[in-house]
Protein backbone atom coordinates (compact mmCIF):
# COMPACT_ATOMS: atom_id res chain seq x y z
CA UNK A 1 0.00 0.00 0.00
CA UNK A 2 1.17 3.40 -0.77
CA UNK A 3 0.16 6.54 0.65
CA UNK A 4 0.15 10.09 -0.64
CA UNK A 5 -1.09 12.97 1.54
CA UNK A 6 -1.68 16.36 1.01
CA UNK A 7 -2.89 19.07 2.45
CA UNK A 8 -1.28 21.60 5.32
CA UNK A 9 -0.24 25.03 5.73
CA UNK A 10 0.00 28.20 8.01
CA UNK A 11 -3.10 29.01 9.29
CA UNK A 12 -4.10 31.11 12.43
CA UNK A 13 -5.59 29.73 15.86
CA UNK A 14 -9.47 29.31 15.19
CA UNK A 15 -9.19 28.74 11.78
CA UNK A 16 -9.75 25.12 9.57
CA UNK A 17 -7.93 22.93 7.41
CA UNK A 18 -8.45 19.75 5.46
CA UNK A 19 -5.87 17.18 4.95
CA UNK A 20 -5.98 14.39 2.50
CA UNK A 21 -4.63 11.24 1.93
CA UNK A 22 -5.15 9.00 -0.61
CA UNK A 23 -4.53 5.11 -0.78
CA UNK A 24 -3.39 2.70 -3.78
CA UNK A 25 -3.34 -0.73 -2.93
CA UNK A 26 -5.55 -3.52 -1.03
CA UNK A 27 -8.04 -2.31 1.68
CA UNK A 28 -9.59 -5.86 2.64
CA UNK A 29 -9.74 -6.96 6.18
CA UNK A 30 -9.25 -4.94 8.90
CA UNK A 31 -7.72 -2.45 7.02
CA UNK A 32 -7.30 0.97 8.52
CA UNK A 33 -6.22 4.14 8.03
CA UNK A 34 -5.52 7.69 9.80
CA UNK A 35 -3.09 9.89 10.76
CA UNK A 36 -0.67 10.71 13.59
CA UNK A 37 1.54 13.70 14.05
CA UNK A 38 4.71 14.56 15.65
CA UNK A 39 6.08 18.39 17.18
CA UNK A 40 9.28 19.71 17.14
CA UNK A 41 11.03 17.68 19.81
CA UNK A 42 8.23 15.70 20.78
CA UNK A 43 6.96 11.63 19.99
CA UNK A 44 4.87 11.25 17.44
CA UNK A 45 1.12 10.72 18.58
CA UNK A 46 -2.14 9.34 17.19
CA UNK A 47 -4.56 11.64 16.16
CA UNK A 48 -7.42 9.56 14.45
CA UNK A 49 -7.65 6.76 12.58
CA UNK A 50 -11.05 4.68 10.86
CA UNK A 51 -11.97 1.09 9.77
CA UNK A 52 -12.05 1.29 6.42
CA UNK A 53 -14.62 -1.46 5.89
CA UNK A 54 -16.65 -0.99 9.09
CA UNK A 55 -16.98 2.88 9.26
CA UNK A 56 -16.04 2.99 13.09
CA UNK A 57 -13.54 6.75 13.83
CA UNK A 58 -11.51 7.04 16.62
CA UNK A 59 -9.69 9.91 17.94
CA UNK A 60 -6.78 11.01 20.42
CA UNK A 61 -8.95 12.89 23.24
CA UNK A 62 -7.16 16.28 21.95
CA UNK A 63 -8.69 16.25 18.89
CA UNK A 64 -12.14 15.07 19.56
CA UNK A 65 -14.70 17.60 18.74
CA UNK A 66 -12.82 19.66 16.32
CA UNK A 67 -11.34 17.24 13.61
CA UNK A 68 -13.73 14.74 12.08
CA UNK A 69 -12.18 12.19 9.74
CA UNK A 70 -13.97 10.48 7.12
CA UNK A 71 -13.48 8.29 3.81
CA UNK A 72 -14.70 7.97 0.23
CA UNK A 73 -14.08 4.47 -0.60
CA UNK A 74 -14.54 5.26 -4.08
CA UNK A 75 -11.65 6.92 -4.22
CA UNK A 76 -9.46 4.95 -1.84
CA UNK A 77 -9.18 8.28 0.31
CA UNK A 78 -9.69 9.56 3.77
CA UNK A 79 -9.89 13.23 4.53
CA UNK A 80 -9.09 15.11 8.14
CA UNK A 81 -11.59 18.04 8.35
CA UNK A 82 -9.68 20.29 11.07
CA UNK A 83 -12.10 23.05 12.55
CA UNK A 84 -11.03 25.02 15.71
CA UNK A 85 -7.00 24.93 15.05
CA UNK A 86 -5.09 25.61 18.03
CA UNK A 87 -1.26 26.57 18.32
CA UNK A 88 -0.97 23.20 19.87
CA UNK A 89 -2.38 21.46 16.63
CA UNK A 90 1.22 22.66 15.31
CA UNK A 91 2.96 19.67 13.69
CA UNK A 92 3.87 17.59 10.69
CA UNK A 93 0.44 15.27 10.01
CA UNK A 94 1.74 11.80 8.90
CA UNK A 95 -0.93 9.71 7.17
CA UNK A 96 -0.80 6.18 8.11
CA UNK A 97 -2.17 2.69 7.32
CA UNK A 98 -1.83 -0.44 8.41
CA UNK A 99 -4.21 -3.88 10.34
CA UNK A 100 -3.16 -2.67 13.23
CA UNK A 101 -5.10 -5.23 16.38
CA UNK A 102 -7.69 -3.20 17.91
CA UNK A 103 -5.85 -2.53 21.17
CA UNK A 104 -2.90 -1.22 19.57
CA UNK A 105 -4.30 1.30 17.00
CA UNK A 106 -3.64 4.17 18.88
CA UNK A 107 0.14 3.09 18.65
CA UNK A 108 2.36 4.30 15.69
CA UNK A 109 4.82 1.20 15.77
CA UNK A 110 1.24 -1.06 14.64
CA UNK A 111 1.21 0.59 11.01
CA UNK A 112 3.30 -0.78 8.34
CA UNK A 113 2.24 1.91 6.05
CA UNK A 114 3.22 5.76 5.87
CA UNK A 115 2.51 8.65 4.03
CA UNK A 116 4.88 11.75 3.60
CA UNK A 117 4.29 14.06 6.27
CA UNK A 118 2.85 17.22 5.55
CA UNK A 119 3.37 20.47 7.64
CA UNK A 120 0.06 22.04 9.69
CA UNK A 121 1.01 25.47 11.29
CA UNK A 122 -0.74 27.45 13.69
CA UNK A 123 -0.27 30.88 14.86
CA UNK A 124 -1.53 32.81 17.61
Known amino acids: VQLQASGGGVVQAGASLRLSCAAS????????MGWFRQAPGKEREFVST????????YYADSVKGRFTLSRDKAENRVYLQMHSLKPEDTAVYYCAAGRPILSSFRSWSAYNYWGQGTLVTVSS
Open 25 to 32: GRTDGRFV
Open 50 to 57: LNWNGGAT
